[in-house]
């Protein structure tokens, strides 16, 4: 079964643009989770998915807003760049049964110049 | 609010050391879970264990185990024998058992690295 993949691998953007991150969940799954990391502030949750619902929010400004098909795949988006959304950013999906068992792919590197 | 503490920042070992990895946490939930994960240097987070705050039970699985106490609230993961390709970060995390199950607060991590 092919892993969580994530596109792009790297990204560079700068300040004020707005960028669009996308994640394919396992097959099979329906939950897709986001979570920024950063040096300074770790690991941070900023959404969840779930049948094109999203089910929780972190504490992120409306800038970072996500979405989800169909086909369970999902798209995370942030608006109006700031150098501080510099991050990691890795997806998650998750099965029905185990649904806390989080699958995560390698991430996209966002760096806001 | 929860609250995951991995006061050991860096780790340095040297090859067939054991070694343990502390996790304390707070929770005012009576049901959650605990979990390690291991992120190597490609960045992905690849899942270790998960333990339900209703299973005190240790656990063993090869070179790992893992030493759950609710009195300490603590999940201290143990490594022994520890090999060069354990080097990576290791991080601990709680999550309620219901509802946001899948929104881990994760604490801030053990770069572990382990010499040959």
């Known amino acids: 079964k092919a892993g969580v993949t994530q596109t792009p691998r790297y990204l560079i953007k700068t300040r004020g643009q707005q960028v669009t991150l996308s994640c394919s969940p396992i097959s099979g799954h329906r939950s897709v989770s986001w979570y920024q990391q950063t040096p300074g502030q770790g690991l941070q949750f900023l959404f969840e998915y779930f049948s094109e619902t999203q089910r929780n929010k972190g504490n992120f400004p409306g800038r970072f807003s996500g979405r989800q098909f169909s086909n369970s795949r999902s798209e995370m988006n942030v608006s109006t760049l700031e150098l501080g959304d510099s991050a990691l950013y890795l997806c998650?999906?998750?099965?029905?049964?185990?649904?806390?068992?989080?699958?995560f792919g390698s991430g996209t590197q966002l760096s806001v110049l | 609010a929860q609250k995951v503490t991995q006061a050991q920042t860096e780790i340095s070992v040297v090859e067939k050391e054991d070694v343990t990895l502390d996790c304390v946490y707070e929770?005012?939930?009576?049901?959650?879970?605990l979990f390690w994960y291991k992120q190597p240097p490609s960045g992905e987070l690849v899942f270790l264990i998960r333990r339900n705050s209703f299973d005190e039970q240790n656990e063993i699985s090869g070179r790992y185990s893992w030493n759950f106490q609710k009195s300490t609230s603590s999940f201290n993961f143990t490594i022994t024998a520890s090999q060069v390709v354990d080097s990576a970060v290791y991080f601990c995390?709680?999550?309620?058992?219901?509802?946001?199950?899948?929104?881990?607060?994760f604490g801030s991590g053990t770069q572990l690295t382990v010499l040959p």
């Open positions: 998650a999906s998750s099965p029905e049964v185990e649904g806390e068992k989080l699958f």
């Open positions: 995390a709680l999550s309620e058992a219901w509802g946001s199950a899948r929104q881990l607060t």
């Open positions: 929770t005012r939930d009576t049901t959650y879970y």
